[in-house]
């Protein structure tokens, strides 16, 4: 018996030994390749490809590498090839930041994502540490560039989204100029800091422009069943209701809303953006809804339908704006590294943040001091089912 | 006499051996031979330690199944911040801070639950889990949401290194004790131990509250290493991640406990770069070593001086 014991001990620690080998071997040919491809121009996509929101991540992913092959079948950049290294980073803030140390050992000259505000957070510190630019595609929450405490601009961190009190503000516009809307009522995920965001700008807004907020009711992630709110949100007789969410709550929430015969307009934010929205809430239920959004897959724009057929013709799917977002962080980057005229990592930051006028897939952006993006946004109708591009308000 | 002196010679040994690991590490941190990845993972490394040896006194040797580990992390977690970040005290108060709160969050719950058994308490726990995670998302002090940014770096190699070896050792002591034994009676067979007078509840509560406040003390290391803490990052998922570093090392075995946790952090950071499969490729791992050891890698066996002592006399 003793001996069986000391056997399985052994095997044990031969296998931690092997485990130990691999991993320190992948290392070691991670840097022979940087020796002799010296040519190539390393780029870190740093991404959620498992854990809560791996479609964000995956999608963001596709569009950047879609970028990638595109530039690098036009030549490259300075005449150097890029090369994507893609890294999963879980949906969470610590392995996020693990990704971007093992990153930072493969010589990047930046990292696109982690798409979250938390993960991109988490991968802070170490960017800084090394010098390296951080391209976030999605982090909408305005600590993500500014250190809350100085009040300083993180040198090293750039995004190409709007932020979380823009879109709040756009809605309110539209909602009290377009639609004519003069009591609204806030119906918002309070379990989301996104949610909660885009609340509070789309109340201060409104009331600037003299509408009145009749209700404010909240819900959390994962509720499934919304009528006795909507029942009292009914009661006070709103003509528009703003409901700031994702999309598995949204759904069902205006599906709710109109079969107790509620047919206030609904509005909301990007958290909409979803196939899902249509399969589960039905066409006829989301007539007369609006979001804001980075831009749509239906856009006229050239541009942006060149876009969407080539990445219909690479992944055979509908680009969403995590896609189109991926891709312009690239096409950022680029820039930046013409800018700078050089492949490394100090010299694309400064550049990057000078950026003005970039043409990109989500709309035309110039990089201001707190590195956020001044752009447009889009606002989209739901008519039958499918997505109309209402508007786009340039700020 | 003998005896003793072999025991002071022994532990004396083992003081040096445990020195000059630290050494090792603390230099080749210095000179640069282990660079940044590296450093990350030898941090997750301790953490992971201290989270698997602390649950294992409650699922493995109580024979409680919580789910709530992560829980008292978070309590941890955010306590020490408080102290730390917000009122500006040193780090040690934090730890102390943390520890304490997460021990007396785990003395609340522990009184009601424990009376519970299986799976209702597995539920409790997971329940009580749940609630840390959801209080602490409406609590705007906190963050909310978006948590806590911006912690200062305070954790470094020698409080990791500290703080691992220390809950290894009132772990296992406590173990070793005649409160272990009597802990270990209560998994055993709680209506025998009970006829023998031992007060099964008030077991159960010590063993649930110095799990917690290791659990705790994970989470005030976790909090000022990686710069950010949010509600979302201690949820059920993370307690389940501990419950399968205990099960993976083996229910009741400390030793089983550590190799499980140092093995899990290191297949995550080794599968890194197979984004795509290594969700499968670590499931099927868990999955081939459960098949081929349901008890767990250890059992409920341990590493001591003795096996040390078998397998070189077994050599020779």
Same mark, same amino acid.
């Given at each position: 018996m003793k001996r069986k014991g000391n056997k399985y001990f052994v095997i044990l620690v031969a296998m931690l030994l092997m485990i130990s080998f691999v991993a320190g071997c992948g290392g070691g040919t991670a840097e022979e390749n940087q020796a002799t491809e010296a040519e190539k121009i390393a780029v870190g996509i740093n991404v959620e490809l498992s854990g809560g929101v791996a479609s964000y991540g995956s999608n963001a992913r596709d569009g950047a590498v879609l970028a990638i092959e595109e530039i690098n079948a036009a030549g490259g950049v300075l005449g150097m090839q890029l090369e994507p290294i893609i890294r999963d980073c879980k949906s969470t803030a610590d +392995? $996020?930041?693990?990704?971007? $140390? $093992?990153?930072? %050992? +493969? /010589? *990047?000259?930046?990292?696109? %994502? #982690?798409?979250?505000? %938390? @993960?991109?957070?988490?991968?802070? !510190?170490?960017?800084? +540490? /090394?010098? =390296? #630019?951080? *391209?976030? !595609?999605?982090?909408?929450?305005? /600590?993500?560039?500014? @250190? @809350?405490?100085? %009040?300083?601009?993180?040198?090293? =961190?750039?995004r190409v989204c709007f932020i979380d009190p823009f879109q709040g503000t756009l809605m309110a516009q539209y909602a009290a100029d377009e639609l004519g809307a003069k009591n609204a009522a806030i119906y918002a995920d309070t379990s989301s800091d996104y949610a909660k965001g885009l609340a509070e700008y789309f109340k201060k807004t409104f009331v600037e422009k003299g509408g009145t907020i009749v209700a404010e009711e909240g819900f959390v992630k994962d509720d499934r069943d919304f009528n006795a709110t909507l029942t009292k949100i009914r009661s006070k007789n709103p003509d528009f209701i703003y409901v700031p969410g994702y999309y598995q709550e949204v759904a069902p929430l205006i599906k709710q809303a109109r079969e107790l015969g509620i047919a206030a307009p609904i509005g909301g934010g990007d958290g909409w953006d979803s196939p899902d929205m249509v399969s589960v809430a039905g066409g006829d239920a989301l007539n007369n809804t609006f979001f804001t959004n980075h831009y749509s897959s239906q856009d006229t724009d050239p541009k942006i339908v060149a876009f969407v057929e080539a990445f219909k013709a690479k992944y055979d799917k509908e680009p969403d704006a995590f896609a189109a977002l991926g891709y312009d962080s690239v096409q950022l980057l680029v820039q930046g590294i013409k800018d700078a005229n050089a492949a490394d990592s100090v010299k694309i930051a400064e550049a990057l943040a000078k950026i003005t006028n970039f043409e990109g897939i989500t709309g035309k952006m110039s990089i201001d001091e707190q590195h956020n993006p001044v752009k447009a946004g889009v606002i989209i109708e739901f008519k039958d089912g499918v997505q109309v591009v209402r508007t786009r308000i340039q700020p | 006499m003998h005896e003793k002196k072999k025991t002071w010679l022994t532990f004396i040994f083992e003081v040096i051996v445990l020195a000059v690991l630290f050494t090792i590490v603390q230099y080749a941190m210095t000179v640069g031979l282990i660079n940044q990845s590296y450093q990350i993972n030898i941090t997750s490394m301790c953490i992971n330690i201290i989270l698997a040896v602390s649950l294992n006194l409650i699922n493995g040797f109580t024979g409680q199944l919580s789910l709530g580990h992560a829980g008292f992390m978070a309590v941890g977690a955010y306590a020490s911040v408080i102290m730390t970040n917000n009122l500006g005290m040193p780090f040690i108060v934090g730890i102390l801070v943390g520890c304490l709160a997460a021990g007396i969050a785990g003395f609340l719950i522990g009184v009601p639950t424990l009376r519970l058994k299986g799976d209702y308490l597995a539920i409790a726990t997971l329940g009580f889990g749940e609630i840390i995670r959801v209080v602490l998302q409406n609590i705007d002090y906190v963050g909310g949401p978006a948590g806590m940014v911006g912690i200062t770096r305070l954790t470094s190699w020698p409080w990791l290194y500290a703080a691992t070896i220390v809950t290894i050792l009132v772990i296992v002591n406590l173990i070793n004790s005649s409160y272990g034994r009597a802990i270990i009676s209560v998994r055993e067979d709680e209506i025998a131990s009970e006829l023998m007078g031992i007060n099964t509840t008030s077991y159960k509560v010590l063993a649930f509250v110095v799990g917690a406040m290791f659990a705790g003390l994970a989470g005030v290391l976790y909090a000022h290493f990686f710069y950010i803490i949010k509600p979302e990052t201690f949820g059920f998922l993370k307690s389940f991640d501990i419950v399968v570093m205990v099960v993976l090392g083996g229910l009741g075995s400390t030793t089983g406990a550590v190799i499980a946790a140092i093995f899990i952090t290191f297949l995550t950071f080794a599968l890194q770069k197979y984004a795509a499969v290594r969700m499968i490729i670590y499931s099927l791992i868990l999955i081939i070593v459960m098949i081929y050891r349901p008890q767990g890698l250890m059992g409920s066996k341990e590493l001591t001086r003795k096996t040390f002592a078998r397998i070189w006399s077994g050599k020779k």
């Open positions: +392995e $996020a930041m693990s990704v971007s $140390a $093992a990153l930072a %050992g +493969e /010589n *990047i000259v930046a990292q696109i %994502g #982690p798409l979250t505000s %938390g @993960d991109v957070q988490g991968s802070t !510190p170490v960017m800084m +540490e /090394n010098k =390296i #630019p951080l *391209i976030a !595609p999605a982090a909408t929450a305005a /600590n993500v560039t500014v @250190d @809350d405490k100085t %009040g300083e601009t993180k040198a090293y =961190i750039f | -």
